[in-house]
């Protein structure tokens, strides 16, 4: 019996096709949003397996099941903040809340009045998540939003509509008690800034360094009473290429050379997309360690999104350099900087 070269084809693509099912495309089977209601206290938005980053959207300052900074059944974006916790029960991080808007600068984030703050509206059909990215569009200003991350880098792009004004505002006193914190514009794209909080944790420290991908033209700050040092920043930016702005942000809980360092080392281009393909690769590889044979849909989401929150935590807490704060709050230097699963 002859065969035919294409039936030889079809059989080879056909087996190809049935492998890649098998190896690949684990995360189309997790949805981050499971948790994010009733009492789960998890996040939505982008981190890379155990690591220093959880970029996520913030829709609850306080309460037992904000724990997270953001609950499914709220319809409220405050900002986008670089650190959260998950499934804790017990409300911590949220550390430095980015938000971008239009129009006037405006530092009330409207949680007393949603009439009149920075925070917006959003629409859940407009909300869409899968490990390493999270996109939204916010109602107020017409906005989209993008996040993905670094394993230090919180990576932001922000789409604005044609012919308004792109601002975004930076906000310290987001969340839990401020005790220490700085904030300041170093270059026409460069901002700096530490805040040493208590929530949870009776002293946590974060420092941060800020790229945007175009110049600032203008920017207010925003002092408490009887404060020298501002806790809240604007920025306006007049020249974007395509109405995008994208922003990185390096953390650290060293300094903020530390934060600059990691942001060098992990996010040296502007590329979006490729950050986000590459931490989405990341995800493939560590959601591969298990193949479940189950052809049941349902099952595989239920695994595979329980698989991808047992590798949020415990995070990477050291910089590139191998320098970490200990719990002592002194700073030491691990011997391998470096993290694997």
Same mark, same amino acid.
């Given at each position: 019996? &002859?065969?035919?070269?294409?039936?030889?084809?079809?059989?080879?693509?056909?087996?190809?096709?049935?492998?890649?099912?098998?190896?690949?495309?684990?995360?189309?089977?997790?949805?981050?949003?499971?948790?994010?209601?009733?009492?789960?206290?998890?996040?939505?938005?982008?981190?890379?397996?155990?690591?220093?980053?959880?970029?996520?959207?913030?829709?609850?300052?306080?309460?037992?099941?904000?724990?997270?900074?953001? *609950?499914?059944?709220?319809?409220?974006?405050?900002?986008?903040?670089?650190?959260?916790?998950?499934? $804790?029960?017990?409300?911590?991080?949220?550390?430095?809340?980015?938000?971008?808007?239009?129009?006037?600068?405006?530092?009330? !984030?409207?949680?007393?009045?949603?009439?009149?703050?920075?925070?917006?509206?959003?629409?859940?059909? !407009?909300?869409?998540?899968?490990?390493?990215?999270?996109?939204?569009?916010?109602? &107020?200003? !017409?906005?989209?939003?993008?996040?993905?991350?670094?394993?230090?880098?919180?990576?932001?792009?922000?789409?604005?509509?044609?012919?308004?004004?792109?601002?975004?505002?930076?906000?310290?006193?987001?969340?839990?008690?401020?005790?220490?914190?700085?904030?300041?514009?170093?270059?026409?794209?460069?901002?700096?800034?530490?805040?040493?909080?208590?929530?949870?944790?009776?002293?946590?420290?974060?420092?941060?360094?800020?790229?945007?991908?175009?110049?600032?033209?203008?920017?207010?700050?925003?002092?408490?009473?009887?404060?020298?040092?501002?806790?809240?920043?604007?920025?306006?930016?007049?020249?974007?290429?395509?109405?995008?702005? $994208?922003?990185?942000?390096?953390?650290?809980?060293?300094?903020?050379?530390?934060?600059?360092?990691?942001?060098? *080392?992990?996010?040296?281009?502007?590329?979006?997309?490729?950050?986000?393909?590459?931490?989405?690769?990341?995800?493939?590889?560590?959601?591969?360690?298990?193949?479940?044979?189950?052809?049941?849909?349902?099952? &595989?989401?239920?695994?595979?999104?329980?698989?991808?929150?047992?590798?949020?935590?415990?995070?990477?807490?050291?910089?590139?350099?191998?320098?970490?704060?200990?719990?002592?709050?002194?700073?030491?230097?691990?011997?391998?900087?470096?993290?694997?699963?």
């Amino acid at each position: 019996m &002859k065969i035919s070269n294409g039936f030889i084809i079809l059989l080879f693509a056909i087996i190809f096709f049935n492998s890649c099912d098998n190896t690949v495309n684990k995360i189309k089977w997790v949805d981050p949003f499971i948790g994010t209601g009733g009492h789960g206290y998890t996040f939505p938005g982008p981190t890379a397996p155990f690591g220093m980053v959880q970029l996520s959207p913030d829709t609850r300052i306080e309460g037992w099941d904000g724990c997270s900074g953001y *609950h499914f059944s709220d319809s409220i974006i405050y900002g986008f903040s670089h650190t959260h916790l998950s499934g $804790t029960g017990v409300g911590d991080y949220c550390d430095l809340l980015l938000m971008p808007t239009s129009g006037r600068f405006c530092f009330n !984030n409207g949680y007393k009045d949603s009439s009149n703050g920075y925070g917006s509206s959003f629409k859940k059909s !407009n909300e869409w998540s899968k490990p390493g990215i999270y996109q939204v569009l916010l109602d &107020k200003d !017409n906005i989209k939003v993008a996040l993905t991350t670094t394993d230090r880098v919180g990576i932001h792009r922000y789409s604005y509509s044609s012919n308004d004004t792109a601002n975004v505002i930076i906000d310290l006193e987001h969340r839990d008690q401020l005790l220490n914190w700085s904030l300041e514009q170093i270059s026409s794209n460069e901002i700096i800034g530490h805040r040493v909080s208590k929530s949870w944790a009776d002293q946590q420290h974060f420092y941060f360094y800020m790229q945007t991908s175009s110049s600032i033209d203008a920017s207010e700050l925003f002092y408490r009473e009887d404060n020298t040092e501002p806790t809240k920043m604007a920025l306006r930016f007049a020249q974007l290429e395509n109405n995008e702005l $994208t922003v990185k942000v390096g953390i650290s809980s060293v300094s903020v050379q530390g934060a600059k360092n990691n942001l060098i *080392h992990e996010a040296p281009h502007w590329d979006f997309d490729l950050y986000k393909d590459l931490l989405q690769q990341k995800w493939e590889s560590a959601l591969s360690k298990i193949e479940l044979k189950d052809s049941s849909k349902s099952n &595989k989401t239920i695994f595979y999104t329980a698989l991808y929150h047992s590798m949020i935590a415990p995070n990477m807490f050291n910089d590139v350099d191998g320098s970490y704060r200990g719990t002592d709050l002194k700073v030491h230097s691990a011997q391998d900087s470096t993290y694997t699963i």
